[in-house]
């Protein structure tokens, strides 16, 4: 179910014969994403969402990962589109940031693709969100490379901090 890209820069690399660059890959909107593999500390489903009272509208609930509350969020709601239907069906991927877990909920990772392509260039700002660092360009479309440390404002990441001190 996990989908890695291997990507290979296109200076004269063939695949399998220059330095590999992998990112977890998904789809999420109708739009294609990608995350460096570093950046993830786990990728999960199936735990059930807590919904928080009087919760912010950027914050979908919470999970606990072996006795460690983690907030999670719609990356779906975050590209500005309604959230899934069913949050519990989709797949989390846990990342640290500024010292606290954060969970991101997007429809499904996919499977693993090998091909050469172009080096990631900078994304453009009022195409891709600001969270997008740079477009990964593939053969099947572009990948916006999602940066966890750009995700969240800095509201959210004190409300991070609040929300894991009522658990």
Not at 13 to 41: C, H, L, N, Q, Y
Not at 61 to 88: A, C, I, T, W, Y
């Amino acid at each position: 179910m996990g989908r890695i890209i291997h990507l290979v820069p296109k200076s004269g690399s063939r695949p399998g014969t220059g330095p590999m660059f992998s990112f977890a890959a998904f789809t999420t909107g109708g739009k294609k994403f990608a995350v460096r593999p570093e950046k993830i500390d786990e990728i999960t489903a199936g735990h059930p969402i807590l919904s928080i009272p009087q919760k912010s509208p950027w914050l979908t609930g919470v999970v606990n990962m072996r006795g460690r509350v983690v907030p999670v969020f719609d990356l779906r709601r975050r590209l500005g589109l309604e959230g899934m239907s069913d949050p519990q069906s989709g797949c989390i991927l846990i990342f640290s940031v500024d010292r606290h877990y954060v969970g991101m909920i997007v429809e499904s990772i996919e499977e693993t693709l090998r091909e050469a392509v172009g080096n990631p260039v900078p994304a453009t700002p009022g195409i891709w969100p600001a969270f997008i660092s740079s477009v990964i360009p593939t053969s099947d479309g572009e990948f916006g490379l999602i940066d966890p440390e750009r995700i969240l404002t800095a509201g959210e990441r004190e409300e991070i901090g609040t929300i894991k001190e009522q658990f």
